[in-house]
Structure formats: structure tokens, C-alpha cells
């Protein structure tokens, strides 16, 4: 029986996550559950599942929270707002968190999990994107495990077992090409928030689904994986894969290519890493290669997804300059959602923040650093944005 906080409870990673606890409540138990600012839900879950705390995110939200599950006994002890998630994270008796919270607003509870010795099952790419010079060396110190809950990322760490340390050779990221990969490139210009949320593949969160249609998010893996196998960036490539059946690949030093197959499900890689290193078994549904029929493959459009060049370039920058990408990305995205941008100004924006930034870049940031570099991306793509109209991107 694995205990387990779940930060980011009431979005896509996390109703996913109690489902699969709901389904296996003699294997997984939730300890702690942290929202963002959907109370009705959190009150059902917290009914449902009887945690021993919960957090909200939104503070002023708290006395809902109390007033709707006020006839509960044993009452969860209750807390709010960042703080709030951080007492979740490092909650005596969790053993493995769940980081399901979407952005950067995930780091400094998942830092808080890690100091407090708890494992780490990893659905938030920010914790090593923006905060990766500061994790890594924390993982090490506090002995934890980080455990991939992604599906590219889970596919290659399930093919890296029993490799030995030095069998890796290189990393094949799959990517969807999301909404936009059969779009020729001219067609971009017209592209509308309704458009970039038409996923062919998923259902996901509105800004993971925008990150997909201009293909950030398989950039942002990229410098993910650098900080979770230990590859440099020339070893980690990215092909377009429209049937999502391959999550991943790894090449092995012989040449010998492995990679995970399965149906587009998110609760595999999340149950993988919950329950590691053991296998369960599941009554989902099993892939049938002759339903399938084909795989196929492609090189990506730089010219149509230049998010993924701006990607690379920032994590071979190092220091904060993944933070200044991730950041500059979040609020474009908000920006484009709000239809205060068109869609080929998102990299236009990251790009130009980015520019400015490199006379600034630490190669050995802090926390502190890294915080402070957030902060001030997103605060430039606000003067940015007014400025578009005469800066065009270079990749």
C-alpha cells in the first residue's frame, strides 16, 4: 500500500491519478490532495477518497471548502493558497507525490516534497525545465527517486531498464504534430484559438493543448530529458509519429533500437510510476497491432513549429534560460488564449524575451536565480507584446 499526496488534484493528471487509485485501493492510498480553484470538486474528492490534508489554491476559497464538507468525520486538515501545497507535498505520511500542478507553480512544492524525502512521481515538466540545476543535485542529496509520469518520458525510462549506465545513445522523442501538422505552413497566419484546441489525438488542458499545436511541448521535453537521462541535447531528437502508438524510443550503443508501444492512455505511464518497479495488471484495453495497421514517421517542420529551435537553443544556453523559454511561453500561450496575440506571435514573443536575456544568464543558478528569472520573463512578454508588429523571428 504506496500513500501517496496529489498536487494538482482536480486537473487532468490528477482525476486520472484517482482513478487509478480508485482501482486499485489495495495497492495506493491518497494521503493529501491539492486543487488549484475548482472547490466543488475537490470537496467531492476529498469525500471520496478521505485524505488526512487538503489544499486549495485560491485562499479566499478556503471557507467554501469548509463549509462543504463541514459533516465529515474525521475532518482533513485543511490549508490554502502556495503554502497550502507545500504542506501537502511534504505531508508526514505520503511516501510518493504525485506533481500534477500545471506551470512553474509546481516547482517550489515539488523542492518541498523532495527535501522532505518523499519520491517523486513526475507529471509537471517545469520541475526540471525551469528548476532542473536545482533538483537534480536535491534528488541526489535526499536520496528520492523521480520517477517519469509523462507518457515520452515514462516510455523511455521503461525502455532503460536493464540497460546498463553507459548503454544509452541517444533518445527518439514521438510528437502528435498536433493540430496543425497537416495545416501548410501559409494557413498558420489565419490560425484561431478554437483551431490550436482541436487536438487529433487527446484531450487535454487548454495551454498543453496550444504548447502541442506549435510543438513547445516536445521541446520542452527535450530539455526535460536532458536532466533526466543525462544526454546532451545533440543526442535527443524529436520525429513526428501522428498515430501516438510509439510513446518513445532509445537508441542503445550497438544500434539497437527499443521503443514503447501502447494506446494514447495517460494512466499507463502514471501507474508505471506509482507502482515501479513492479508491473500490475490492468483490464484496459490491450493494443491490437492489426487495429493499428501502420506506423509512420516524419522529420519536423522547423519552419512550421519554430518553438522547438528556440527550445534547443535555451537548454544548450543552460542556467536560467530554460526558466526565461518556460516562463515567456506560459504567458504567450495566456496571451494567445486571450486573443491579445495571433498564434505566430507565441514564438515570436519567447524569442525576443529570450534575446534579452542572454547578458543576464547565470550558468550556476539558484533557486532565487531561477524564481527571479521567471518573474522577469513574465513581466517582459507583457512590453514585448506591444511591440510585435516589428520584430520578426529568426528560425
Known amino acids: 500500500m504506496k500513500r501517496i499526496s496529489l498536487l494538482g488534484s482536480t486537473g487532468s493528471i490528477g482525476t486520472q491519478t484517482l482513478n487509478i487509485v480508485n482501482q486499485y485501493p489495495n495497492k495506493f492510498q491518497i494521503v493529501g490532495l491539492a486543487a488549484g480553484r475548482n472547490v466543488e470538486l475537490l470537496a467531492q474528492q476529498i469525500r471520496k477518497f478521505r485524505p488526512a490534508i487538503a489544499a486549495i489554491g485560491e485562499v479566499h476559497k478556503l471557507p467554501v471548502l469548509q463549509a462543504a464538507i463541514a459533516d465529515l468525520d474525521p475532518q482533513p ?90 548503454g544509452l545513445r541517444r533518445i527518439l522523442l514521438t510528437a502528435s504534430g498536433g493540430a496543425f501538422r497537416d495545416w501548410p505552413v501559409e494557413k498558420l497566419s ?33 530539455i526535460e530529458a536532458h536532466w533526466l537521462f543525462g544526454l546532451d541535447y545533440d543526442q535527443i531528437e524529436i520525429v513526428i509519429h501522428p498515430q501516438s502508438i510509439i510513446h518513445s524510443l532509445i537508441e542503445l550503443q550497438d544500434t539497437s533500437v527499443l521503443a514503447q508501444l501502447g494506446w494514447p492512455d495517460m494512466r499507463l505511464p502514471l501507474l508505471y510510476a506509482l507502482s515501479w518497479p513492479e508491473r500490475v495488471y490492468t483490464t484496459w484495453q490491450q493494443l491490437d497491432l492489426v487495429k493499428v495497421r501502420s506506423l509512420t514517421f516524419d522529420a519536423p517542420n522547423h519552419q512550421k513549429y519554430p518553438c522547438m529551435q528556440l527550445a534547443y537553443a535555451a537548454g544548450r544556453s543552460g542556467g536560467c534560460m530554460p526558466a526565461v523559454l518556460n516562463a515567456a511561453n506560459e504567458q504567450a500561450v495566456a496571451l494567445f488564449l486571450k486573443q491579445r496575440i495571433q498564434f505566430l506571435d507565441i514564438p515570436r514573443l519567447i524569442e525576443r524575451v529570450c534575446d534579452r536575456y542572454h547578458v543576464q544568464n547565470r550558468s550556476n543558478p539558484t533557486l532565487a536565480d531561477i524564481i527571479a528569472a521567471d518573474q522577469w520573463a513574465r513581466q517582459e512578454v507583457a512590453a514585448a507584446s506591444e511591440t510585435l508588429g516589428s520584430y520578426a523571428i529568426r528560425v
Not at 543535485?137 to 527517486?145: D, S
Open 77 to 166: 486538515i485543511l490549508v490554502a493558497g502556495e503554502a497550502g501545497a507545500i504542506e501537502v507535498a511534504r505531508y508526514d505520511d505520503a511516501e510518493v507525490v504525485v506533481t500534477g500542478i500545471v506551470g512553474c507553480a509546481g516547482l517550489l512544492p515539488t523542492i518541498a516534497a523532495i527535501k522532505a524525502g518523499k519520491d517523486i512521481a513526475l507529471a509537471n515538466k517545469e520541475t526540471l525545465i525551469a528548476g532542473g540545476p536545482v533538483v537534480l543535485p536535491l534528488v541526489q542529496q535526499h536520496g528520492v527517486k523521480l520517477l517519469p509520469a509523462d507518457s515520452e518520458h515514462s516510455a523511455i525510462f521503461q525502455c532503460l531498464q536493464g540497460v546498463p549506465n553507459s
Open 190 to 222: 489565419k490560425v484561431t484559438v478554437a483551431d490550436a484546441l482541436k487536438h487529433p489525438n487527446w484531450s487535454m488542458g487548454r495551454k498543453i493543448t496550444i504548447d502541442s499545436a506549435t510543438l513547445m511541448n516536445k521541446g520542452l521535453e527535450v
